[in-house]
T-cell receptor, first 112, second 116 residues
């Protein structure tokens, strides 16, 4: 009964490709997030999204786009992958208190 | 948001209490203190949060000083599984989703190593 799940766990791809990472939460939360953790272990918010609004961190390139088919899913699409996109990507969700977030296990993306 | 300062690393003997300090001297009256941890290769895990009263849950206790300029996260009986990076975060809680205000900002945290 995993709360927040992500697929795949590992993703290795070449520069220029387009890829997607899927996230699902079964907690009934209405807000979901994507974070990026780089090689220096800094964890940075990329997007926050609920059924009303998408908030984008202004530093995120427009090659990254979140897509939510329904309240329980927030997928991350990445176009024209670059070497610098290599990182661990975490999905998270929250309910009433937006700072009590539940994180997925992460997806390690390696761009070669 | 108030900035936080944490020691970069700490050690704790297994079975003993781990006390992790956090300074937030510029905290404002409506800002909460949140603690998360990240065990190696896993997603961050919410631990506890508080405003001004001490808080306790099944994982930890949070002690906030009377002037709210610092706090301490206490793991009462540290185990090897508690080895992780612990993050202290200060945020305003609006009580509902609000545009641009609901992001967690993770700093560098404290790397706690529990020693057998």
């Amino acid at each position: 009964d995993t709360a927040v799940s992500q697929t795949p766990k590992y993703l290795v791809t070449q520069m220029g490709n387009d890829k997607s990472i899927k996230c699902e939460q079964n907690l009934g939360h209405d807000t979901m997030y994507w974070y990026k953790q780089d090689s220096k272990k800094f964890l940075k918010i990329m997007f926050s999204y609920n059924n009303k609004e998408l908030i984008i961190n202004e530093t995120v390139p427009n090659r990254f786009s979140p897509k939510s088919p329904d309240k329980a899913h927030l997928n991350l699409h990445i176009n024209s992958l670059e070497l610098g996109d290599s990182a661990v990507y975490f999905c998270a969700s929250s309910r009433v208190n937006p700072y009590e977030q539940y994180f997925g296990p992460g997806t390690r993306l390696t761009v070669t | 948001d108030a900035k936080t300062t944490q020691p970069p690393s700490m050690d704790c003997a297994e079975g003993r209490a781990a006390n992790l300090p956090c300074n937030h001297s510029t905290i404002s009256g409506n800002e909460y203190v949140y603690w998360y941890r990240q065990i190696h290769s896993q997603g961050p895990q919410y631990i506890i949060h508080g405003l001004k009263n001490n808080e306790t849950n099944e994982m930890a206790s949070l002690i906030i000083t009377e002037d709210r300029k610092s706090s301490t996260l206490i793991l009462p009986h540290a185990t090897l599984r508690d080895t992780a990076v612990y993050y202290c975060i200060v945020r305003v809680y609006f009580g509902r989703y609000q545009t641009g205000a609901n992001n967690l900002f993770f700093g560098t945290g404290t790397r706690l190593t529990v020693i057998p």
